[in-house]
């Protein structure tokens, strides 16, 4: 089963689109192992987001994703990675399929409302930057046969 990192960003919840973002992944059928309103350090942003270090967007999307308070959610589930991503929709909203979180609700890049893990290995290694493990649950859903084949 794959984890994903889900962060709905500072703009999503000032906007109260926490609930409207929260229910698409519910919907898509992905299962919440771990969920909490936090406000990120500038130390965890900065790992968050390692691997955008040496590009010139770096200190405003660590300044973006500290600007306020985030919802952070790891979901589990069959192909969790690309079901998030798909849900989410490309980093660019502009580019972004009509139907998608990004494609339905932004307009800018540099406000695209919500973060997933891109990769299963990346989806492990941010559910553990961010969840301790007795933050996460492991649960019987009691619709996982009607979902998980
Ligand atoms: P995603 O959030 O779709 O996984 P990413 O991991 O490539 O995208 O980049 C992380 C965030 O950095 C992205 O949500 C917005 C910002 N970003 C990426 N490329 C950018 C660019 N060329 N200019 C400005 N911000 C950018
Ligand atoms: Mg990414």
Partial sequence: MERTLI???????????????????EARGLRIIGM??????RELAEKHYEVHKE???????VNYIISSPVVVIAL???????????????TK???AEAGTIRGDLA?????????GSDSVENGQIEVANFFS??????????TDPWIFE
């Fill in 76 to 90: 589990e589930g069959t192909n969790a990675i690309a079901a998030a991503r798909k849900t989410i929709g490309s």
């Fill in 93 to 95: 909203p502009q580019e």
């Fill in 7 to 25: 962060i709905i960003k500072p703009d999503a919840v000032q906007r109260g689109l926490t609930g409207e973002i929260l229910r698409r992944f």
């Fill in 133 to 142: 493990a007795a933050e996460l649950v492991s649960w019987p859903r009691a």
């Fill in 55 to 61: 590009r010139p967007f770096f200190a405003s999307l």
């Fill in 107 to 115: 307009l800018e890049i540099g406000r695209n409302l919500v973060h």
């Fill in 36 to 41: 909490k309103f936090i406000q990120v350090s």
